[in-house]
Structures are given as structure tokens and as C-alpha cells.
């Protein structure tokens, strides 16, 4: 009905390119479950939604690529099981015709090493890095973050960005569980160990594209599997340094949205500076029969997500 009525107020313009979105598949051939809070996970049912979303974009013919918002695995998933159910996902993924641009979860990390993630995934990344951008268009630059970056989760354990992610845990997280937020308050509770942080390095990086997007008179959307602002998601799923990465970019005015996945349930705010922030309903939640996944309609002054079922439809129109 929201894609009728959008369609009604004078949305019939043609965009300047579409793609398709999907997050937290965290599919495994595992009987159905709860989350920690109670919230029904359907880890069986999940690939279907995966399967039924390629079929749409497929028959849909004008999407130009897909993003994938990562966690395509769960952690539950048998770890003899997590490379033949990863290259399963992925076969799926592959089945569209057109590129996926694909972002790690923390469920993929549990399964996978990101040195062997990387590639499967086919980033188009250097070293085991998990960020890069792409232009589809001459006015558009997607930037996709690595929000595992600094993690205690997915490197080598001698690591230095392991070291440097557990430190920031031991100061940051009083409890023996370092998953557990007990007796942590307010933004704080976004230090978890299933979350992570954007690092110096890709920081910088940051810093440089969105520089060359401004001079290329470009429109940025980022991409990244944790939430950036805490009006769009709940503190526990917050990237630990989103406020590093929004004082990046709030620098420049190309930034027009951040999508996200992570927090199950979804979530939508504009900050300070008129960015969108959106964070995508889980694939995984979807009781048997239902969807959650869409596609994006982009123009040069917004965007319009149309989602099935249980993604909500919106339009986010970019400040002037
Ligand atoms: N409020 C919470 C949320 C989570 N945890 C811990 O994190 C683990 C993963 O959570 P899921 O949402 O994937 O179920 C969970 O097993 C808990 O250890 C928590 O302590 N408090
Ligand atoms: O995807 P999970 O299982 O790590 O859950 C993430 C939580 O919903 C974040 O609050």
C-alpha cells in the first residue's frame, strides 16, 4: 500500500538507478529459536526470504546491484557446517543478475576467519580489509564500512586490532560476559563484543573519499552492518565509535543517508546535520511466509525504499 501511495504522490519520475537491500539472513540448518530478548529467529526459513528477494530483484530487471547488510550466517550454525553454509548463501546471492556488494556481521565472523571471508565475498577490498566504495553512477559514490574493523572478533587472536579492541572492552565493559551490557547505562551499552569500531586507518580513508565525492560533486550513501546514530537503533547495536565516524562526516554535505543492519527490529531518525539513518528489518525475524527485503529507487535529491512485508516502505528526501 505505502509503494501505491508513494507512486500516487507523484513518485512516477524515472530514477537515476535502483538497487536491492537485504540484511541478516543468518541462515542455518538449525530448528528455530530466540533471540537473547525472546524474538523468534527462524534460522531455516531465512534463505528462503533470500531466495524469494533475488527473485524480485531479478523479475524487477532495472536494479542496477544489490547490497547484502551482512550477518548471512548465523552463529549458531555447526562450525564443521559454516564454510559449505556461507558458499550456500552466497550461491544464492550469485543467482542475481548483477553485482552484490556484501558487508561482514559479527554472525559471519563466528563462523569464518575474515581472511577467508574477504575473498568468498569477492570484495573488492585490499588485504583482508572489509571497506571500500563504488560509483554506480557519474553523481553517486557508495562508501561501505567495515564495522568489524577494531574487533575482538574475526583477526588472528595475537592480532594488534584484536589487542586493541579487547582493551577497549576490559575499560569500557565492567562484565565477565563482555556480550552482556548489565549494569551499563545509556550509549555506554554499546560497548559489546558483538560490535565493533571503525579504525584510524579507514577513518582517514573516509575522510579522503568523501573529500573526493565533494570535489566530484558526488552523493554519498553509506553502508555499514552497525548502526550510526542512536535516534536509528538501540545503543547495544551501535558501532563503538559512530560518533569518530558522523564528526567524519559531518565535515561535508555529500552524505545524504547511512543504511545499516544489525538491529533486528529496524529503525529510521535524521540527525542533526539532515542525514537519513535507516536500519533494515532482519530476513531472519520473518515468520514462515513472510518477507523482509526491498529495493531502493535513487533520484538526486532522495531516496525511496520500497519493502516487502515486514521492510517498511520510506522516503527520504535529501536536505538541500
Ligand atoms: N541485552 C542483551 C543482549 C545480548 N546479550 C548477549 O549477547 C548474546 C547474543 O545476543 P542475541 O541477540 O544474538 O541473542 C547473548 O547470548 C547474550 O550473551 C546480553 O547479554 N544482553
Ligand atoms: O544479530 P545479533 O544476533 O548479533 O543481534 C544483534 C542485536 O539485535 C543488536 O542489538
Known amino acids: 500500500m505505502a509503494s501505491t501511495s508513494l507512486l500516487a504522490n507523484g513518485n512516477m519520475k524515472k530514477p537515476l538507478f535502483s538497487f536491492g537491500v537485504i540484511s541478516d539472513v543468518q541462515y542455518a540448518d538449525i530448528p528455530d529459536g530466540r533471540s537473547f530478548l525472546g524474538i523468534p529467529r527462524y534460522y531455516r526459513h531465512s534463505i528462503l526470504v533470500l531466495q524469494r528477494a533475488v527473485d524480485k530483484w531479478n523479475n524487477h530487471t532495472e536494479l542496477k546491484f544489490s547490497v547484502n547488510f551482512g550477518d548471512i550466517v548465523d552463529g549458531f550454525c555447526p562450525k564443521e557446517k559454516s564454510l559449505e553454509t556461507v558458499q550456500n548463501v552466497i550461491n544464492e546471492f550469485e543467482k542475481f543478475n548483477g553485482p552484490v556488494y556484501h558487508m561482514i556481521g559479527n554472525h559471519c565472523l563466528y563462523n569464518l576467519p575474515r581472511c577467508k571471508l574477504v575473498p568468498l565475498l569477492k570484495m573488492p577490498s585490499i588485504h583482508d580489509y572489509a571497506y571500500y566504495d563504488f560509483s554506480p553512477s557519474p553523481g553517486y559514490r557508495f562508501v561501505v564500512l567495515d564495522a568489524y574493523d577494531i574487533s575482538a572478533i574475526g583477526w588472528p587472536k595475537d592480532h594488534p586490532k584484536t589487542i ?12 565477565a560476559d ?24 579507514q577513518l582517514e580513508w573516509l575522510d579522503n573519499i568523501l573529500q573526493d565525492s565533494t570535489k566530484q560533486q558526488q552523493n554519498v550513501i553509506i553502508c555499514c552492518h552497525l548502526p550510526l546514530d542512536p535516534n536509528a537503533a538501540a545503543a547495544e547495536a551501535l558501532l563503538w565509535n559512530y560518533d569518530e565516524v558522523m564528526e567524519v562526516i559531518h565535515r561535508y ?7 545499516a543492519g544489525h ?25 514462515p511466509g513472510t518477507d523482509a527485503f526491498g529495493f531502493v529507487d535513487v533520484y538526486h535529491d532522495k531516496i525511496t525504499l520500497f519493502g516487502t512485508d515486514r521492510m517498511a516502505t520510506m522516503e527520504m528526501v535529501f536536505d538541500p
Request: glycine share 10%; charged share 25%; hydrophobic share 30%.
Open 164 to 175: 586493541a579492541a579487547i582493551r577497549t572492552l576490559q575499560e569500557k565493559n565492567p562484565n
Open 178 to 201: 563482555k556480550n552482556s551490557p548489565t549494569g551499563m547505562t545509556g550509549l555506554e551499552k554499546r560497548f559489546l563484543m558483538f560490535n565493533g569500531a571503525v579504525g584510524k586507518e
Open 253 to 259: 554535505k555529500c552524505v545524504k543517508a547511512c543504511l
Open 263 to 287: 538491529d533486528h527490529k529496524g529503525g529510521h531518525s535524521v540527525d542533526s546535520h539532515g542525514i537519513h539513518h535507516h536500519v533494515f528489518e532482519a530476513a531472519l525475524e520473518c515468520p
